[in-house]
């Protein structure tokens, strides 16, 4: 691959996931400091619902009869607007929660879409694509250093984060058409929503297969907390530019991937998965206990960010892993989509109303510490379950072949 496409593909990731981390991770704090802090995690359920939809859309649509990039352009352009469109709407949790809506179904499809562009040009996926896809990590990552640095005043109180994302996203869309060809990949004839999302692939499954379901699954609830809560919980104990503090889940994130092939030659993927859940556990008991009246405490509350990368990678790429390992080429990406539907659609709109009632509950800035305990003990007892139930077949040699 010549240096020209690899910069243009590594742009195109940059700016896919600065997008998203520019306003999502400070949307929370945003809604919050307009009145709508008992509707947050309802609001943010909105990604359940489009992570279920966006399959449908890819798989029925654009996989068959349009070029990726050019769908990808149109969808970037649509969600530049509706994101502009989300900062001028009242305070009405209904209106938001619509508006949300709107601007993650036209963006999480474009995750699925960006993939596409790019493997469509790689040579070797396996040795390029990491390299290429590492680029949207630092673009979220740079997002949450402008929005917590850059921008004026406490930007993520503000809708700031959101014309920022709303700019580059229209610039995105232009960007996208002039991208590397990627014709449709899939014929024209008929399917079903059934092979679309993944189901068809259960049939075949066995016990091992649908403990790490389960357990991801539940594991997107503890998620869920973080990603929703994270930066109101930040912003109300006192952290400064907690945008910009957040970025280091990513560095880490960034880190404990590259450790990931280490690890599964030392514990396996049994070991590699426990690991992962119990950090979840660890870094919500260090959230309940990393503040005081008087501030946080901050080296406590860096530590539990730093177990970010721990926490994904471990549990929801190697559970991607596993997944590659144990299904035939033919139905992979069908298990794939299971996954994503069962852990990004089911589990994170599950998880995000759970978090929203447990805030409800506990009150904002009250009990964060009682709010932070319920997501550890629920990771604990998961980590635990899926210690005992699942079953490493074999699959520790091939996990660490393919890493």
């Known amino acids: 691959m010549d240096m020209n496409t690899r910069f243009r593909l590594s742009l195109m990731m940059f700016l896919q996931y600065f997008v998203w981390g520019a306003w999502f991770v400070p949307f929370a704090t945003y809604l919050t400091r307009n009145g709508l802090q008992d509707s947050v995690g309802t609001i943010y359920s909105a990604q359940g619902w489009a992570a279920i939809a966006a399959p449908l859309f890819v798989g029925a649509i654009a996989d068959r009869y349009f070029s990726a990039q050019k769908v990808m352009g149109v969808l970037h352009l649509f969600a530049g607007g509706l994101l502009f469109l989300l900062s001028a709407i009242g305070a009405s949790a209904g209106t938001m929660f619509m508006a949300t809506l709107g601007v993650l179904l036209a963006y999480m499809p474009t995750i699925a879409l960006s993939n596409s562009v790019a493997l ?58 002039t991208l590397p060809n990627t014709p449709p990949q899939a014929g024209q004839g008929q399917t079903s929503v059934v092979a679309l999302l993944g189901l068809d692939v259960i049939r075949t499954s066995d016990r091992s297969f649908w403990v790490l379901i389960l357990c991801s699954t539940l594991m997107m609830i503890p998620f869920s907390f973080y990603n929703v809560y994270a930066n109101p919980f930040l912003d109300d104990i006192g952290v400064k530019n907690a945008a910009a503090v957040q970025t280091i889940g990513q560095v880490s994130e960034v880190g404990f991937l590259l450790l990931l092939p280490l690890f599964f030659r030392w514990v396996g993927i049994k070991g590699v998965l426990f690991i992962g859940m119990a950090a979840w556990a660890v870094r919500y008991v260090l959230f309940a206990n990393g503040f005081t009246a008087e501030g946080p405490i901050e080296p406590i509350i860096y530590l539990g960010l730093a177990l970010h990368g721990v926490g994904f990678d471990f549990v929801f790429v190697a559970a991607t892993i596993w997944i590659g390992n144990h299904f035939a080429a033919d139905a992979r990406s069908r298990a794939q989509s299971f996954l994503a539907l069962m852990t990004w659609g089911v589990g994170y709109l599950i998880g995000s109303n759970v978090a929203n009632a447990v805030q409800v509950g506990t009150g904002t800035g009250a009990d964060w510490q009682s709010f932070w305990y319920l997501p550890a003990a629920f990771a604990a007892v998961t980590a635990l379950i899926f210690l005992v139930v699942f079953r490493d077949r074999g699959e520790k040699a091939a996990a660490a072949a393919a890493a």
């Open 120 to 177: 469509n040009k790689l040579t070797d996926s396996e040795k390029q694509f990491p390299a290429i896809r590492v680029f949207g990590t630092i673009g979220w990552i740079v997002a949450g250093l402008i929005v917590g640095l850059v921008l004026p005043g406490e930007a993520e109180r503000t809708a700031q984060p959101l014309y920022l994302a709303g700019a580059v996203s229209l610039i995105y869309g232009l960007y996208a058409f």
